[in-house]
């Protein structure tokens, strides 16, 4: 079993920035794939950033590449997602995911999800 806390979401204006963090607990050592995940009302759930924790190696949606960048403090079991530069397109609620594999790691298919992290970008 793994449990995911989100926090860091909030209220920005456009061209703002935030960091969302997500902390990790329990079966962590078998689960090295953490990622982000957005949903905005009406639309599918979104693959944002992954990393996998054992190397460092980071995958990202286009849609944000350049704009976010995805972290981890290994001690901590906290991985970070940076977000810079944020659009109102960007508003949705954001998910912590793990899973023991980052192949495919946009299709959604982790083990273990957090509650989310609301992120409004205003106009």
């Known amino acids: 079993q793994v449990q995911l806390v989100e926090s860091g979401g909030g209220s920005v204006q456009a061209g703002g920035s935030l960091r969302l963090s997500c902390v990790a607990s329990?079966?962590?050592?078998?689960?090295?794939?953490m990622g982000w995940f957005r949903q905005a009302p009406g639309k599918e759930r979104e693959g944002v950033a992954a990393?996998?924790?054992?190397?460092?190696?980071?995958y990202y949606a286009d849609s944000v590449k350049d704009r976010f960048t995805i972290s981890q403090d290994y001690a901590k079991n906290t991985v970070y997602l940076q977000m810079n530069s944020l659009q109102p397109e960007d508003t949705a609620m954001y998910y912590c995911?793990?899973?023991?594999?980052?192949?495919?790691?946009?299709?959604?298919?982790?083990?273990?999800w957090g509650q989310g992290t609301q992120v409004t970008v205003s106009s």
């Open positions: 995911a793990a899973d023991v594999s980052c192949i495919g790691w946009n299709d959604g298919s982790y083990n273990y």
């Open positions: 990393i996998y924790t054992g190397e460092g190696v980071t």
């Open positions: 329990g079966d962590t050592y078998s689960h090295n794939c």
